[in-house]
């Protein structure tokens, strides 16, 4: 896959996977619950590109190429994204300099938010897996449209909120359950490192 002008291998994600398919126990049957009680709760949150662009006059439209960079590991955090349409791969370079595939982000989802929110550096990169449509927000205008106390900044506060919910529901699911995997050579896995779990959903937060 080519990474902006390079060429790059993409490395699937080393030890167990924290989220592989396992049968349910009753803390994960109360957890699916929530889960459909959250998405039911992000629908009605839910605001339309239409929107955006209205409420937004500094907001614009953007079409990315498949293997176009979209922001890259390390630079300054000063917009954020709603993708449209396409689909977004983030990446995290390895000490190896290798690049390991740590997520996938749909249409209608926000990319790049929290960088943008608490000032740090991009902590991974983002490449367009297919051709991507996104609208950008600056971080300037939103926080403008905060201190004018506008009722279109509560509503897009409400959805960033209600994205965090989902991905602290997220993390604490992984934090409850530390199961085995078992590989294709039959041998057990030791159980996940809950530490490399929370450096990998930083890690997404922190995009």
Known sequence: MKFGNEEVKILPSA????????????????MAVDKKALKKRALATAISPEELLRELPGAKLITHDAG????????????????????????KKSSKGESIPLALVKPGEFLGEMA?????????SAVALTRVKAIVIEHAEFVALLKAQHPFASRLSLQISTLLATRCHRLLRLIAHQPE??????KKAPPIDVRVVLNRVYTLWAV
């Open 68 to 91: 176009a960079v979209i922001f890259r590991e390390g630079t300054k955090a000063t917009s954020c994204y709603v993708i449209t349409q396409g689909k977004v791969r983030i990446l």
């Open 116 to 124: 943008m929110l608490s000032g740090e550096r991009r902590s991974a």
């Open 15 to 30: 030890g167990a996977n924290p989220f592989a398919k396992r049968r349910p126990y009753g803390y994960d049957v109360r």
């Open 181 to 186: 995997v078992v590989p294709l050579g039959g």
